[in-house]
């Protein structure tokens, strides 16, 4: 590939697993005004380092290491949404990898057995869309996230949390919505919630009351929630009530466009009352047990 002045996106897409051979990437050194990169191969490592520090959009979907995730956000000083897919391995030397302030990323997807992992090093103080997925039980990803925010202090408005195989960490997720007062859209799957007890605590912080300010997420507008408990009859309903309307209002809080919440037990005749007059009053929501 030669140069290439007014190239602005670039998408590699190598289908199977049969190579096992990097793929040079060193033409994005001619591609000045390139915005776009998006690699998919599984088969084909990806060869670091990308030689484009213009690029905005940074999309990976291949094995990766904490390291080279690392890596990839530094040769990006200009990165706006960054995708990295699937942050498989840790380095040997924890040490080892370099700490990363990026002051211009606002998107960040990661997912992988140590996705919480690659977040412990960094600080993301412009971030506004967070999306985790990873394997809550090899690491205490709720004290990492707690730890990255404290660190960041971004205003984050989405935030979506999968954690397979988390242990109950209610306690821990609450501080960490604490950390989250301009979120607007909360997405919640397995993180530890599949108890009635550890449900109900949290169902209960996000039951908004008086004065304003006072609130755990008060500018919540998209609820959705999988993977949790029933609650003791009526507490769903109470705090979804809480949260809409003229109640909302009241409260200090924003109202609750939309709410998906999917038990795993304990739909009460109470919660499915209140949902049908909150549906009846305009609001989108979903209050159903989990198919499986």
């Not at 959009?57 to 706006?80: A, G, H, N, W």
């Not at 993977?227 to 003229?246: H, K, Y």
């Not at 109640?247 to 999917?262: P, S, Y």
Request: hydrophobic fraction near 40%; charged fraction near 20%; include cysteine.
């Amino acid at each position: 590939m030669g140069d290439a002045p007014m190239l602005q996106s670039m998408q590699c897409i190598i289908n199977g697993f049969e190579s096992e051979k990097p793929v040079p990437l060193h033409m994005l050194d001619r591609c000045p005004h390139l915005g776009l990169f998006r690699w998919d191969s599984f088969g084909s490592p990806l060869l670091l380092p990308l030689r484009n520090t213009q690029l905005t959009s940074l999309l990976i979907r291949t094995f990766l290491s904490v390291s080279e995730c690392t890596t990839l956000l530094q040769l990006s000083p200009c990165l706006f949404k960054a995708d990295f897919f699937l942050v498989e391995s840790a380095d040997p030397s924890p040490r080892a990898v370099p700490h990363v302030t990026h002051s211009t990323l606002r998107i960040l997807t990661t997912a992988g057995r140590h996705s919480d992992t690659f977040l412990g090093t960094l600080t993301l103080p412009a971030l506004e869309d967070l999306d985790l997925t990873g394997v809550a039980a090899l690491t205490d990803w709720d004290i990492i996230l707690f730890a990255f925010l404290e660190r960041s202090r971004p205003a984050l408005r989405y935030l979506s949390l999968f954690m397979a195989f988390a242990q109950s960490h209610e306690s821990g997720l609450l501080q960490i919505l604490a950390l989250t007062p301009h979120l607007r859209t909360l997405r919640l799957s397995d993180c530890g919630l599949d108890s009635s007890p550890s449900t109900a605590t949290l169902i209960r912080a996000l039951h908004p009351s008086p004065p304003p300010g006072t609130s755990l997420c008060p500018c919540l507008q998209d609820l959705y929630l999988s993977g949790v408990s029933g609650c003791p009859d009526g507490l769903w309903g109470a705090m979804l009530r809480a949260r809409w309307g003229a109640q909302a209002r009241a409260n200090g809080v924003a109202c609750l466009e939309r709410g998906h919440i999917e038990l795993e037990s304990g739909v009460h005749d109470r919660d499915e009352a209140d949902v049908e007059e909150l549906r009846a009053d305009g609001m989108w929501v979903v209050f159903r047990l989990e198919d499986w």
